[in-house]
């Protein structure tokens, strides 16, 4: 591969996440009207304005809208993020973690439908990682000690937050591999660190599904450092059936996944194979039971 085509790549790259952000920010600045044009718009849109959606009903103490369970992944997600800056707010000003890690727990459990409070939860992970970062361990460990999944949850969010952080996402060298490095240096055992790859591998995958050259430009580049393979394939499918859950089956997943790779080997291996396996084996059980929230962590 060209260095030129590897700089293009990076700019698209950058590109998607800037877009998932601006679709993000516009819902929370109008979000009635977002929602009323919401059947509208393209899947991939629609998913990041949801999710916006309900950050800014969560804001705002409004009751989440019913979509049926495909809108109301992306909502409880956005709305799990307004309820997590909350919590982490309280812990800036100086309260014990696990107080208000616990009141956020218990909202996420009676506020969300069944087998969606981990989606909610998760996003305490990404909401630390971003708004204090210096109190991530101590958070962590207040979860440990709450039990359950909460603490992979917990990494698993902070994984997915590392693929937006700022100053890691300006376009030279890799940014995706600037953020491979943290999701292996910065959780102390191995619950964090196979939990941040899969997170990472999942926002990876969503915010790039229309343009899966970024995935295989990361594989292609950094597959060889990654620690622990299933988790960050686990991750990728895990995207894919959160997809295909909220958006149901389309050309652009069909796209993604016969994506022709520089490294026909790395993608077979790292994301066909095991989107098409858990596409067949995953997706009937997560659509009749409705427990999305298992694909919002990884527990060993």
């Not at 693929?163 to 376009?171: E, H, I, K, S």
Request: hydrophobic letters at 45%; charged letters at 20%; glycine letters at 10%.
């Amino acid at each position: 591969m060209s260095r030129h085509l590897k700089t293009f790549i990076i700019w698209r790259e950058l590109r998607c996440k800037v877009r998932a952000f601006t679709l993000f920010r516009r819902a929370e600045l109008a979000p009635e009207a977002t929602l009323a044009r919401a059947s509208r718009l393209d899947p991939w849109s629609r998913l990041f304005l949801l999710e916006g959606v309900g950050y800014a009903r969560g804001n705002a103490g409004r009751p989440l809208a019913d979509l049926g369970a495909a809108g109301a992944i992306p909502l409880i997600m956005g709305w799990g993020l307004s309820q997590a800056v909350h919590a982490v707010k309280s812990v800036k000003r100086g309260e014990a973690p696990a107080a208000p890690l616990g009141r956020l727990a218990a909202v996420c459990r009676e506020q969300s439908p069944p087998g969606l409070a981990g989606v909610a939860f998760e996003g305490v992970g990404l909401v630390a990682r971003h708004k204090s970062p210096n109190r991530v361990q101590a958070l962590a460990r207040a979860l440990a000690d709450l039990g359950g999944d909460l603490e992979a949850q917990f990494w698993h969010g902070l994984g997915r937050g590392l693929f937006f952080v700022l100053g890691d996402a300006v376009p030279w060298g890799s940014p995706s591999g600037r953020a491979l490095d943290r999701a292996l240096r910065e959780p102390p055992h191995t619950l964090g660190r196979i939990n941040a790859l899969a997170g990472l591998a999942w926002a990876m995958t969503l915010v790039c599904l229309p343009f899966p050259e970024a995935l295989d430009l990361f594989l292609c580049q950094h597959a060889a450092r990654i620690e622990d393979v299933e988790a960050f394939r686990q991750g990728i499918a895990a995207a894919v059936l959160l997809w295909r859950g909220t958006a149901g089956p389309g050309a652009l997943l069909d796209r993604f996944l016969a994506h022709t790779s520089e490294a026909s080997g790395h993608w077979e291996a790292w994301v066909r194979r095991p989107c098409e396996q858990a596409l067949g084996e995953r997706l009937p059980a997560l659509m009749q039971e409705g427990s999305w929230e298992d694909l919002f962590r990884i527990s060993r």
